[in-house]
């Protein structure tokens, strides 16, 4: 078996038997294959697509590459995954709740990808935060805040690492069969008793209408329950941003505001959806309801502070970060105003050019060398259906450079349309599958 057969059988819209894919992912892990076959791999199964027996396979295969966690704790092994929007750092919440609920959240995430935003890279805005951890040390945080947020190890499906990073400047990101491997082979090397998907669907997701986010829901949850952990997927609107804030640090601001209850808003309703059911399915709750009800409680009553400030404390921020965050966080040089060129309603808001912006800004990154400046990004950016006058904000650049921001505020006046009519706000939970 050689890559050029593998290649070859795919350029012809041969299926890929699990011998094949597991070589491929072995060759992946350990370089067998060079990044031109790498990238030409990714690019045949976007273009082609492999059949439901494949999809298990490859996410087997990539699991398999690298060690798969086992746990001893005294609570269930939880954990969540969202397939990537705009504003959405609900994993910053949701993990310290699951905790401060009783359960244990060892939360394998990821970096940017396209016009969405990394987990990682949020955190590591915080000075001093690493997510890179040594095995020992992720046990360690996971034991005693009960939840840690951490990259993959060189040993944890390290065939999607290196896919991962090829997917990104390839532009075979949106591949449901990539996504579900992608996804579920690090989910499934942590040693998870339960998962809950968050597929997004909208202008900031990768899946655009219902049937595309539907099949992606479908085959993480079948993939992930073949392979013996129980999982529910929720389909969620990403027609605009979650929280008002796109950027590293300033995603990081909305969840320390929410944390310490200075603010709610759609993050928690997404939150108590996607933690409710974890909790029922892992005996902590005695249904979805009562397990929401118990996620909101641990935010509002401060638990899931407690819990975020003991997991940061072990990753290496500041001590005193979660009581005096603001000092911490880096602000950007240039903050400006992006102002409505008209009165109007808001009526569309396109997340991917928004996210765009961000990276054009330098909060992204486009190969997968560039170094993400924490500070930059946007604020305040308004909600649909909300009316403006002319002049108002739309949103806040926050630039390191005056010409940048320029760009990013003319990238946001393309990206927010304003109209006559009265326009309702989007249903933020539309579909449970499973």
């Given at each position: 078996m050689s890559a050029r057969d593998i290649l070859a059988r795919l350029r012809h819209g041969q299926p890929l038997d699990g011998a094949a894919l597991a070589w491929m992912a072995?060759?992946?892990?350990?370089?067998?294959?060079?990044?031109?076959?790498?990238?030409?791999?990714?690019?045949?199964?976007?273009?082609?697509?492999?059949?439901?027996?494949?999809?298990?396979?490859?996410?087997?295969?990539m699991r398999d590459s690298g060690r798969v966690l086992q746990w001893d704790l005294g609570g269930p092994?939880?954990?969540k995954h969202s397939t990537g929007g705009v504003g959405d750092c609900v994993s910053l919440v949701l993990a310290p709740a699951l905790a401060a609920c009783g359960a244990y959240v060892p939360m394998i995430s990821g970096r940017g990808l396209g016009h969405t935003g990394g987990t990682l890279d949020k955190l590591e805005a915080i000075p001093g935060v690493t997510t890179q951890l040594e095995e020992a040390q992720f046990r360690a945080v996971v034991d005693a805040a009960g939840c840690a947020i951490v990259s993959a190890s060189g040993d944890i499906a390290p065939a999607d690492k290196r896919l991962y990073a090829v997917r990104d400047v390839t532009s075979t990101v949106d591949s449901l069969d990539l996504i579900t491997a992608s996804i579920l082979s690090k989910k499934l090397a942590a040693g998870l008793d339960g998962l809950v998907l968050d597929v997004k669907v909208g202008s900031g997701a990768f899946m655009k209408d219902m049937d595309e986010a539907r099949a992606l829901a479908q085959a993480l949850s079948s993939t992930a329950t073949a392979a013996g952990c129980p999982t529910t997927a929720v389909i969620s609107d990403m027609n605009q941003p979650l929280?008002?804030?796109?950027?590293?640090?300033l995603e990081v601001a909305e969840v320390m505001r929410v944390l310490t209850g200075a603010a709610e808003g759609p993050i928690l309703e997404v939150a108590g959806e996607l933690g409710g059911g974890l909790l029922a399915s892992g005996g902590l709750a005695a249904d979805a309801q009562a397990g929401a009800e118990a996620i909101l409680a641990a935010v509002r009553d401060g638990r899931a502070l407690e819990r975020f400030a003991r997991m940061l404390a072990g990753m290496g921020a500041p001590?005193?970060?979660?009581?005096?965050?603001?000092?911490?966080?880096p602000e950007a040089p240039v903050i400006c105003a992006v102002k409505a060129p008209r009165d109007g309603v808001v009526s569309a808001i396109d997340g991917a050019a928004l996210?765009?912006?961000v990276v054009g800004l330098g909060g992204g990154r486009v190969v997968e060398a560039d170094q993400i400046d924490p500070a930059v990004g946007l604020s305040e950016v308004v909600r649909l259906g909300a009316r403006v006058e002319h002049g108002e904000p739309l949103a806040m650049v926050h630039a390191a450079r005056s010409e940048a921001a320029d760009a990013a505020a003319e990238a946001?006046?393309?990206?927010?349309?304003?109209g006559d009519a009265p326009v309702a706000e989007p249903k933020l939970i539309l579909e449970r599958i499973g």
């Open positions: 072995q060759a992946l892990a350990d370089g067998g294959v060079s990044d031109a076959q790498a990238g030409a791999f990714a690019m045949g199964i976007c273009l082609n697509g492999l059949d439901d027996a494949g999809r298990v396979a490859l996410t087997l295969a092994v939880l954990d929280v008002p804030s796109l950027g590293n640090a001590v005193g970060f979660a009581e005096d965050w603001q000092r911490f966080l996210g765009m912006a946001v006046l393309a990206a927010i349309s304003l």
